[in-house]
């Protein structure tokens, strides 16, 4: 008689998906948790080779329907040191035991795996070991006393049937009689071993020595009949070959003080390294991804992080779902954009009617050296493109018909207008990021003018002097909260005529413009948040000269020269025609929203003030 040799069961290979589905799962699902993940697969009959792909983790996955199945478990550390400082004989034999061997599922015992992983998200690295558990009782020995090898198995036409009807049974009993086959129950078979052959599957193609996996079919069935001494088997591969067994199996118990300990069961079954000798295995999958899978991964990741422990409720989706139109492509929309891709905005629409000058790249973070020339608009479209390539950009070049600015060109305005209200439909949040307080007007009308339940417009304005700064986001109907033109008592009107240099380009501190960009899209985000991020201002001023900052809550304007009802009503009643006339004469809209009468009754009050008698009468003349 000898003692049987066994060889190990099955090996593990890793497709990069994997790894890429582990990281999703940890930066959505797990975050700081370390929870089991069940696993499935599926190994070929004729392969020992587990693959580990994205499809393992899909509940619903049974793999190929002529495959043998497979059960696992995942547990990712959250950092290295846990992996590396894990007593892992410790884990596989409590965890084996409880969730495996406690079931007496024979095909559960020899088809589980364990995976254990530190996945570094930001590194693209994965440290992992597989298991694939065997157990034996300590002091159980296991005895060939016959071996018969053959080469085909025409003489066993039941089994291959039974294979054929139950593609994915690891252990099946045999009939010695009859040579009918049957699934493999455990509590009810014990007790009629004596008459039946064991029959196991083997995925490898050498038949010297049978799987390490037998090991633990025969540890379970002594465990449940101890009194079973000599068993039948027969090892199928997958090829078609069949080894038959006689086997003897002897219990050698210790004895400590005349009394005998009951059998400890023990588990081994981690993977060996490339190296052959028992450790983890490490891959490096920065160089083995997609470049631009994993800069879209990337991008989102500081974004995901705050969703672990600072802000759970935070909704990343809705921001990353909003479509963006910025208007003015300076130094506010270079910042603004760059802030709103940090928030992992997607969509950017860019409109300006200016080009590159030399003096723009050293302030405007979306141009360089190269772009000086180019229209604005498409350089930032382009340069944003640049940094992250699945963005959605795209750019115009428009004139924005200005309040009090009668048209030089109808026609082509009349073109910029209707392109216009043709992105404000598009998008679902504007930056009014221009340089003039009339460029500002048409587009708060047209935000305002958009009422319809579920079609809102969230406007953000940001202005910057040269040590000031105010952000603001403008009220509709139901909050009743102002916009930018509801502290004026006069309609905006032609302020760009006759500037001199200074007054042409924005002078302003450098970091005005960075504080102003940052703050409005804070408030936009904090505004789709609902709350998480605290209460969403309305309007944030502040000031450098002291370095202070001041939030205000103030209301519409009943008369205000933009955002009032008679206004936004003219509007959508006559469109281009009313925005015409306001181009040729901005006294229309003062007559139209009030501010003529309330300039009237104002100067009407002063009249009727008695300032007394003149002075001049009390200077006098010295020689």
């Known amino acids: 008689m000898t003692t049987i040799k066994f060889t190990p069961g099955f090996k593990c290979f890793m497709e990069t998906s994997f790894y890429s589905r582990l990281r999703e799962i940890k930066l959505n699902n797990l975050k700081l948790s370390d929870e089991y993940i069940s696993l499935n697969g599926d190994i070929a009959d004729t392969s020992s080779i587990l693959t580990l792909n994205s499809n393992n983790f899909e509940e619903c996955n049974h793999g190929l329907s002529d495959h043998l199945k497979m059960n696992g478990v995942l547990k990712n550390f959250n950092t290295e040191q846990e992996f590396i400082t894990l007593n892992k004989l410790e884990f596989l034999k409590h965890y084996c ?13 020899i088809n589980s795996f364990v995976l254990i992983t530190f996945a570094d998200l930001k590194k693209y690295t994965l440290l992992y070991w597989v298991a694939f558990p065997v157990f034996q009782i300590e002091g159980l020995t296991f005895e060939i006393t016959s071996k018969e090898v053959f080469k085909g ?19 099946f009993l045999q009939d010695e009689e009859t040579k009918g086959c049957e699934n493999f129950l455990m509590n009810e078979v014990c007790n009629t071993l004596s008459t039946k052959i064991v029959c196991v599957r083997n995925t490898l193609s050498e038949i010297t020595y049978p799987p390490s996996y037998l ?3 025969l540890s379970l069935l002594h465990k449940n009949s101890p009194h079973i001494k000599s068993l039948k088997l027969k090892i199928i591969s997958g090829n078609g070959n069949i080894i038959k067994y006689d086997v003897n199996l002897m219990l050698h118990t210790i004895d400590n003080d005349g009394k005998k300990s009951p059998p400890a069961v023990k588990v081994t079954g981690w993977e060996r390294n490339n190296r052959g000798k028992l450790g983890p295995k490490f891959i490096d999958l920065s160089t083995l991804l997609d470049p631009l899978k994993m800069n879209e991964q990337s991008v989102d990741l ?13 909704n990343l989706d809705i921001i990353k779902s909003k479509k963006v139109l910025l208007l003015g492509a300076g130094t506010l929309g270079c910042y603004v954009a760059r802030t709103l891709l940090s928030w992992g905005v997607r969509n950017f629409t860019f409109v300006d009617n200016g080009r590159v000058s030399h003096s723009n790249p050293v302030r405007q973070s979306l141009f360089n050296f190269e772009d000086v020339g180019q229209w604005k608009a498409e350089a930032a479209a382009k340069n944003l493109k640049k940094i992250f390539p699945q963005l959605n950009t795209e750019s115009y070049v428009l ?10 060109n109808e026609g082509k305005q009349k073109k910029d207008y209707e392109k216009l209200y043709q992105l404000f439909q598009q998008n679902d949040a504007i930056f009014l990021l221009v340089d003039s307080r009339e460029t500002r007007w048409l587009p708060t009308v047209m935000g305002k ?21 105010l952000v603001m986001r403008h009220g509709n109907f139901e909050d009743k909260l102002g916009c930018y033109f509801c502290n004026d008592v006069v309609a905006p009107n032609d302020s760009l005529s ?16 960075l504080m102003a960009s940052s703050l409005a899209v804070e408030l936009f985000v904090s505004y789709l948040q609902k709350n998480v991020l605290g209460e969403p201002q309305h309007q944030i001023r502040g000031f450098l ?11 519409s304007y009943e008369c205000c020269s933009a955002c009032s009802l008679e206004i936004v009503e003219e509007y959508k009643r006559r469109g281009w025609d009313f925005v015409l006339s306001a181009l040729k004469n901005y006294k229309v809209v003062e007559e139209l929203s009030g501010l003529a009468d309330v300039q009237r009754e104002m100067e009407k009050k002063l009249e009727s003030i008695n300032f007394g008698d003149s002075d001049d009468d009390e200077f006098v003349t010295i020689d």
């Open 97 to 109: 035991i409880d969730n495996i061997w406690n079931t007496n599922d024979i095909q559960l015992i």
């Open 153 to 171: 198995c025409e003489d066993d036409d039941e089994c291959i049937k039974f294979i054929i009807e139950n593609p994915s049974v690891w252990c």
């Open 215 to 217: 090991k633990s079919v």
């Open 302 to 314: 500081n974004l995901k992080l705050m969703k672990w422990r600072i802000e759970p409720d935070l």
């Open 399 to 408: 004139d924005i018909p200005m309040i009090g600015h009668p048209p030089t």
């Open 449 to 469: 003018s958009f009422t319809d339940k579920g079609h809102e417009k969230i406007i953000i304005n940001a202005a910057i002097g040269f040590n000031s700064y």
């Open 498 to 513: 006759d500037r001199t240099l200074d007054q042409m380009c924005t002078v302003t501190r450098p970091g005005c413009a």
């Open 545 to 555: 000269n002291d370095f202070s900052m001041i939030k205000l809550h103030t209301p």
